[in-house]
């Protein structure tokens, strides 16, 4: 088999750059050839220049339009209340409305003071048949509601069937 030349000239090859894989002498490179020691060798290809113009240009078309839109927190159409239905009459449906209880206060903070009639809406808008029904407030457990009803959590479910264990606020369940 014949002896590797270096690329740069017809010697004899001494060593083959890591780099580059290119046979080489000892006047064309010490630890790499010649090639990959050039200044130009270190610049990245055109490829990946024009891609990380792309990139550059992507970015700063979403920072634009997230400046100039930025998102908004807060922007729910509030709770969803969910309807659950005495066993055997149907299944549960869940829409999202706005609370009433918030527009019995928007409506009374509109007037100035909190009155009767207010209160009596929201009462009226959160259990619909007193001592049979309740409506889930932020924090409610199903065994928190059952001990402050007198009963246990695998009644109320059983009351309510297909009930989401992570009760959600606004949800009205049935109660023994």
Same mark, same amino acid.
């Given at each position: 088999?014949?002896?590797?030349?270096?690329?740069?000239?017809?010697?004899?090859?001494?060593?083959?750059?890591?780099?580059?894989?290119?046979?080489?002498?000892?006047?064309?490179?010490?630890?790499?050839?010649?090639?990959?020691?050039?200044?130009?060798a270190a610049i990245?290809?055109?490829?990946?220049?024009?891609?990380?113009?792309?990139?550059?240009?992507? +970015? &700063?078309?979403? !920072?634009?339009?997230?400046?100039?839109?930025?998102?908004?927190?807060?922007? /729910? *159409?509030?709770?969803? %209340? @969910?309807?659950?239905?005495?066993?055997?009459?149907?299944?549960?449906?869940?829409?999202?409305?706005?609370?009433?209880?918030?527009?019995?206060?928007?409506?009374?903070?509109?007037?100035?003071?909190?009155?009767?009639?207010?209160?009596?809406?929201? +009462? &009226?808008?959160? !259990?619909?048949?007193?001592?049979?029904?309740?409506?889930?407030?932020?924090? /409610? *457990?199903?065994?928190? %509601? @059952?001990?402050?009803?007198?009963?246990?959590?695998?009644?109320?479910?059983a009351l309510n069937?297909?009930?989401?264990?992570?009760?959600?606020?606004?949800?009205?369940?049935?109660?023994?």
């Open positions: 088999m014949a002896e590797p030349t270096c690329h740069y000239c017809n010697r004899p090859a001494e060593e083959e750059c890591p780099a580059c894989g290119r046979f080489y002498c000892g006047e064309h490179g010490e630890d790499v050839c010649i090639r990959c020691l050039a200044p130009e990245p290809s055109a490829t990946v220049f024009r891609g990380s113009l792309v990139l550059l240009v992507i +970015a &700063s078309v979403v !920072a634009l339009f997230l400046w100039i839109d930025p998102p908004r927190q807060g922007t /729910d *159409t509030g709770p969803v %209340i @969910a309807t659950v239905t005495a066993p055997g009459q149907g299944g549960a449906t869940a829409t999202p409305t706005p609370s009433a209880s918030a527009a019995a206060s928007a409506s009374s903070t509109a007037a100035g003071s909190a009155s009767p009639s207010a209160t009596a809406a929201t +009462a &009226s808008a959160t !259990a619909t048949a007193p001592g049979n029904t309740y409506t889930v407030v932020a924090g /409610d *457990t199903l065994e928190t %509601i @059952a001990t402050a009803h007198n009963t246990t959590a695998e009644r109320i479910q069937p297909g009930l989401n264990p992570n009760l959600l606020p606004g949800t009205v369940l049935v109660l023994p």
